[in-house]
């Protein structure tokens, strides 16, 4: 688990660290014909935008190989930032990213 350190407002989370992290708890290969584990990931439970307590949980770490967490846990570090300031956070982050509809 990866716990918000303080309160505020998640102002931004490094997706290459939560891939890299992803990727050390087996849910990519480094070599060809390497095994993937199918229920490795990183589930986020905060978003841009969100607000947040100190302790709250802002992602779960999955792996059948416990330990492979650490490094996970590692690239993790500092991944998602925070703000206290009440106005944090880009003015449209609650936004859809979807912009339109064709067809």
């Known amino acids: 688990e990866v716990r918000a350190a303080a309160g505020g407002v998640v102002t931004a989370v490094d997706a290459l660290a939560v891939g890299v992290a992803a990727w050390r708890l087996g ?3 480094s070599r ?14 905060a978003r841009v935008g969100d607000r947040v307590g100190a302790g709250d949980l802002l ?6 190989t416990p330990e492979r967490f650490d490094r996970a846990e590692q690239a993790l570090d500092g991944a998602v930032t925070i703000s206290t300031d009440a ?9 859809s990213v979807v912009l339109e509809r064709v067809g």
Do not use: N
């Open 27 to 29: 849910a990519g290969r």
């Open 59 to 64: 992602m779960t770490l999955q792996t059948d």
């Open 32 to 45: 060809p014909g390497e095994q993937v584990q199918a229920a490795a990931g990183v589930v986020l439970h």
């Open 87 to 95: 106005a944090a956070g880009p003015p449209d982050a609650r936004r």
